[in-house]
């Protein structure tokens, strides 16, 4: 692990992010995870479905 991810989670836990913070994270994590299931369940509308169409990825 990079020593720079362990001070980065030191000064994490030493200042741990206000609840208002954590609240924003969770609604965001809500938001992804109701799309991810509505795409799932067939729900997703056709019109925001990308079109591949581009260049082939190389091998």
Do not use: F, H, Y
């Not at 992010?17 to 509308?45: N, T």
């Amino acid at each position: 692990m990079n020593p720079m991810w362990l001070m980065r989670m030191a000064r994490w836990a030493r200042n741990p992010p206000s609840m208002r913070q954590v609240r924003g994270l969770l609604a965001i994590l809500a938001v992804c995870l109701a799309l991810v299931g509505i795409e799932a369940l067939g729900l997703w509308p056709d019109w925001a479905t990308v079109q591949g169409g581009g260049r082939p990825l190389k091998p």
